[in-house]
T-cell receptor, first 115, second 109 residues
Framework: KAGVTQTPRYLIKTRGQQVTLSCSPI?????VSWYQQTPGQGLQFLFE???????NKGNFPGRFSGRQFSNSRSEMNVSTLELGDSALYLC??????????????FGQGTRLTVV | GENVEQHPSTLSVQEGDSAVIKCTYS??????FPWYKQELGKGPQLIID?????GEKKDQRIAVTLNKTAKHFSLHITETQPEDSAVYFC????????FGAGTRLTVKP
């Protein structure tokens, strides 16, 4: 069974640009969550998508957005990049049964560097 | 929203010793508490989890305890080995999952 796949693995962007990251969940998983990981800050929750709808959102500015497609693949977009957006972006997929959380499986992440 | 605090931020033990990592959470509605291990260059991987209707769970050398009244839960690793060296994250979940800041565990041979 294939795991969670994130592409690309590494990205270097310039301040002011925008970026799109992709996440393919485990087959059958309909929930995809995105996290930002920076040293000392742990994993900060960005948002969760379930069946193409944003289910939850963390405390990030509107420059961070996402979407989910009918095949459960998800993308997140960051516009007008700032230096502070440099981080490892992780996505996690899970079965999610209604409001009950189930085990989340993480991808290897996309390392974004903003210069 | 849920706030999870994790201590200590770094922990160094001798091989064979035990390691304990503690977390507190703020939302009494949280009902799922997983622990993840993250090795260098990899995404976090679930090592053990516990739900709010259980007070303790054990899997070989790893155990987790939950005190709902005090809103804290702990990870216990016994007979530590060098390959246990990694960053460990606790999380608490109501509807979405919030993580602690992580503990870097170093096991010295």
């Amino acid at each position: 069974k294939a795991g969670v796949t994130q592409t690309p693995r590494y990205l270097i962007k310039t301040r002011g640009q925008q970026v799109t990251l992709s996440c393919s969940p485990i087959s059958g998983h309909r929930s995809v969550s995105w996290y930002q990981q920076t040293p000392g800050q742990g994993l900060q929750f960005l948002f969760e998508y379930f069946s193409e709808t944003q289910r939850n959102k963390g405390n990030f500015p509107g420059r961070f957005s996402g979407r989910q497609f009918s095949n459960s693949r998800s993308e997140m977009n960051v516009s007008t990049l700032e230096l502070g957006d440099s981080a490892l972006y992780l996505c996690a997929s899970s079965l999610r049964m209604g409001s009950v959380n189930t085990e989340a499986f993480f991808g290897q992440g996309t390392r974004l560097t903003v210069v | 929203g849920e706030n999870v605090e994790q201590h200590p931020s770094t922990l160094s033990v001798q091989e064979g010793d035990s390691a304990v990592i503690k977390c507190t959470y703020s939302d009494s509605a949280s009902n799922y508490f997983p622990w993840y291990k993250q090795e260098l260059g990899k995404g976090p991987q679930l090592i053990i989890d516990i739900r709010s209707n259980v007070g303790e769970k054990k899997d070989q050398r790893i155990a987790v305890t939950l005190n709902k009244t005090a809103k804290h839960f702990s990870l216990h690793i016994t007979e530590t080995q060098p390959e246990d060296s990694a960053v460990y994250f606790c999380a608490a979940s109501t509807d979405d999952m919030r993580f602690g800041a992580g503990t870097r565990l170093t096991v010295k041979p």
